[in-house]
């Protein structure tokens, strides 16, 4: 599977000579005649350039570059085709639009700058509303703002019920609405590990917050989770909130020796 922007390099010295394909390409007569049965990121590869350009370019160098964002990456061919982001849907914006997929769109999401995702999302939203819960999580914030409302709903539906992304979905919490954010509090509260890992990490809290967490925590009876907040979170824990911690432990012949280790103070 080849990657967007794929190239072949023909030729040498002053014969050298780039192929690759644009809309243009593509979508004229000659390229849905040569290029039919190509299905999917079919479009994006060297086995479509060959059959685009024919398959008698000499001395043939492959080349792909998934970081289009990085003019000076690629061939001045291509890369004056790369200046800004009306000149890449110029391009190849029919090309982007139906052949992404998922990993080719995850990939760009996670790393393409923020005014570049921003001004093309549309020609992504395809690609994107295939992609799987665990992939839609790892996204920048920012990218569920620029998305299409109705996008952004459907996406976040299909995380909401998986609860151990619930998380990783909590620290993107101020692009959710009043009714997702009811239901992702839902799950977190039957996932007693996953309230842990928030308070341990440098996730910022509200008071409440932290608080709601702690409270689902103490009142799971979880006694590994208990320790897991003195030693991650104890900063978080107020004076009552850690006695009521201890003395819990000190109840529990398994893990009453862990104590040692640590001060309710």
Known sequence: MCDFISWIESGVGSDKKVFFLTDADVFSPHGRNTLVG??????????????????????QVKKEDRNFWVPENYPSEIANRLSSPQTIRETWGKILKQSLQQDDVGYILRNAPKDLVSALIDLFEPAMHKCRPHSIVTWPSYVFTVMSSEMCRVLVDRVLGITYLATQLFLKRTVLTQKQRSVLLNNLRSNVPGCCELLSSSAELTQEES?????IILDSGELYEYIRLLTGARERLSANQRKRIFNRILRSADHSLDLFKLSPD
């Open 211 to 215: 608080n709601m967490f702690i409270n």
């Open 38 to 59: 190509s299905r999917d990121n079919d479009y994006l590869g060297h086995s479509a350039i060959r059959a685009f350009f024919g398959n008698t370019l000499d001395y």
